[in-house]
């Protein structure tokens, strides 16, 4: 992926099973938000890229 090849080589990866729609994933992902990055599935990291974009919105003058 032309993602992963982008990021630092010191950078850890991992990988889970999750329920397609769990809100409790995403809850947690979202919590994990200046830490983390999710690569895939590309739905949840469009969303999650949607909500970061939309929160920092919010402090612009």
């Known amino acids: 992926m032309n993602i992963i090849k982008?990021?630092?080589?010191?950078?850890a990866y991992y990988y889970g099973w999750?329920?397609?729609g769990d809100i409790n994933?995403?809850?947690r992902l979202r919590?994990?938000?200046p830490k983390g990055e999710v690569i895939a599935p590309i739905?949840?990291?469009e969303k999650l890229i949607l909500?970061?974009?939309q929160e920092l919105a919010n402090y612009h003058r």
């Open 18 to 20: 999750i329920r397609n």
């Open 43 to 45: 739905s949840i990291r």
């Open 6 to 11: 982008a990021r630092s080589p010191q950078d």
């Open 25 to 27: 994933v995403l809850m």
């Open 31 to 33: 919590d994990w938000r």
């Open 51 to 53: 909500e970061a974009e």
